[in-house]
């Protein structure tokens, strides 16, 4: 429609509210990584948005790569199979790596990444992510930092499409069942 966020049934996290928790987030993560030089690795495409804002949170010198992956297997359930669609241009091993993701679902996608990511020898393998569903946990991830915890809808903006929709909505929020069913 016209303006995304009537597609919404409701806010879960207002711009502002994610901001200031980034902006938490960030604090906690250059307190651990403030003597170290950390790299930080985003998954496409729905990372974007968190990268751009967690990293402005963060001091003193940073670097980012990015990698896109595909879960192999049918609709919207993420089979756990994933390939790699844009590997990383930097060298890991001996570095202090951050993935940031937007939302950890089944923690399939992620279990992926960081084993994968572990096989590379960095110095230290950690994982930011802004969203958990606990809920719909499939594997437990060990999430060093995590934005906020929610429950298991579906939820869209700050990067988080439908569709590949909605990814620009500044707000997060719960789309309305009407828009997907
Ligand atoms: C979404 C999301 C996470 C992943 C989480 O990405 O951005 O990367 O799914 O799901 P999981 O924990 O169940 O594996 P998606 O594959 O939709 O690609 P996108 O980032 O380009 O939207
Ligand atoms: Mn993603
Ligand atoms: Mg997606």
Not at 73 to 82: D, N, R
Request: glycine share 8%; proline share 3%.
């Amino acid at each position: 429609s016209a303006h995304l966020g009537d597609d919404l049934d409701h806010v879960l996290y207002t711009q502002e509210q994610i901001h200031a928790r980034l902006e938490e987030l960030g604090k906690e993560i250059w307190a651990d990584y403030h003597d170290k030089e950390v790299l930080l690795v985003g998954v496409l495409k729905g990372a974007v948005l968190v990268m751009a804002d967690l990293m402005r949170a963060l001091p003193g010198t940073v670097t980012m790569d990015w990698m896109a992956v595909s879960s192999y297997g049918s609709g919207t359930k993420s089979s756990g199979v994933v390939r790699i669609l844009k590997d990383l241009d930097t060298d890991i091993s001996n570095r202090h790596v951050l993935i940031v993701e937007d939302i950890i679902d089944s923690g399939l996608t992620l279990n992926w990444i960081r084993s994968n990511l572990l096989s590379r020898n960095p110095a230290s393998l950690e994982i930011c992510t802004l969203l958990r569903k606990p809920e719909a946990a499939k594997v437990e991830i060990d999430c060093k930092y995590v934005g906020f915890e929610i429950p298991n809808e579906f939820v869209v903006g700050y990067g988080l499409d439908f569709d590949e929709k909605y990814r620009n909505l500044r707000d997060i929020g719960v789309l309305a069942p009407h828009m997907y069913s």
